[in-house]
């Protein structure tokens, strides 16, 4: 059984700065991309950043780009999202999920697991 279990979240205001740990068990993991996913109030699911299994290639969504990072320990099973240059539009519950195959996938139904989410609020 595969558990992913996020951290890291919480109160920033706008401009600062955010890490988000998510610890992923099950000996699958490694072989897995990462993903992570983040849903505001009254919004649908959105997707964030994937990582793939070796870490060397990350798929970013454009509202992200040049201010979220990812990168993956698997000796740990861990994966990390920086979150810089924060706005308030990017608070939100963020999830971290394992995708079903090893190549990054930005659609939800990629994932076979998820975690239950750590929730960022970015205000003043």
């Known amino acids: 059984q595969v558990q992913v279990v996020e951290s890291g979240g919480g109160l920033v205001q706008p401009g600062g700065s955010l890490r988000l740990s998510c610890a992923a068990s099950?000996?699958?993991?490694?072989?897995?991309?990462m993903g992570w996913f983040r849903q505001a109030p009254g919004k649908q699911r959105e997707f964030v950043i994937s990582?793939?299994?070796?870490?060397?290639?990350?798929y970013y969504a454009d509202s992200v780009k040049g201010r979220f990072a990812c990168s993956r320990d698997n000796a740990k099973n861990m994966v990390y999202l920086q979150m810089n240059s924060l706005k308030p539009e990017d608070t939100a519950v963020y999830y971290c999920?394992?995708?079903?195959?090893?190549?990054?996938?930005?659609?939800?139904?990629?994932?076979?697991?998820w975690g239950q989410g750590t929730e960022v609020t970015v205000s003043s």
């Open positions: 999920a394992v995708a079903r195959g090893a190549y990054y996938d930005p659609r939800p139904g990629g994932y076979e697991y």
């Open positions: 990582i793939d299994r070796s870490g060397d290639n990350t």
């Open positions: 099950g000996s699958i993991v490694s072989s897995r991309a």
